[in-house]
């Protein structure tokens, strides 16, 4: 069996990443300095989808964030749509918190490109941002707001 050699720095440094702008318009990144965005920017992981491709699926078990850089997904929970979210959106922040399984279906209405950012990459960014940390707080909170509302009609 061959043993293959990690990849250079150079290689590691040339992967798509997410810009800075596109990061900053995530609501959970819009404070960070620049250099924080670098730090974040460099554990997302470039991922394309095809139309009708399921991205996350209700139930399944959820270990990754995503932000949508093209493209257009549908969230339906329950089998109802809740929403559709497109270039700048964010899904998945749940997941990063509690590791527990996916609270919606999330299937790409377009071709798209995202950047994945898996659990055990996020959890020390955050611990060593408590500002971070505050911002994805009040990001949940906002979602649960959202939902409440949507059920209470």
């Known amino acids: 069996?061959?043993?293959?050699?990690?990849p250079e720095p150079d290689t590691i440094a040339a992967m798509p990443r997410p810009s800075p702008e596109l990061l900053r318009g995530v609501l959970l990144f819009s404070g960070l300095d620049d250099q924080e965005l670098e730090r974040i920017?460099?554990?997302?992981r470039e991922r394309s989808f095809g139309e009708g491709d399921r991205i996350a699926i209700e139930g399944a078990e959820g270990l990754t964030f995503f932000v949508i850089e093209?493209?257009?997904v549908s969230i339906v929970?329950?089998?109802?749509?809740?929403?559709?979210?497109?270039a700048g959106d964010h899904f998945g922040e749940i997941a990063l918190v509690d590791k527990?399984?996916?609270t919606a279906t999330v299937t790409a209405l377009t071709p798209l490109k995202a950047y994945m950012l898996p659990i055990w990459s996020f959890r020390p960014i955050v611990?060593?941002?408590?500002?971070?940390?505050?911002?994805l707080l009040e990001s949940l909170a906002?979602?649960?707001r959202d939902i409440e509302e949507r059920t209470a009609s």
Do not use: I, N
């Open 127 to 135: 611990e060593a941002s408590p500002d971070l940390g505050w911002k």
């Open 41 to 44: 920017a460099s554990e997302f």
């Open 70 to 72: 093209e493209g257009e």
């Open 77 to 86: 929970t329950q089998g109802v749509e809740v929403a559709r979210l497109g």
């Open 1 to 6: 069996m061959a043993v293959t050699a990690p």
């Open 142 to 144: 906002r979602r649960l």
């Open 100 to 102: 527990g399984p996916r």
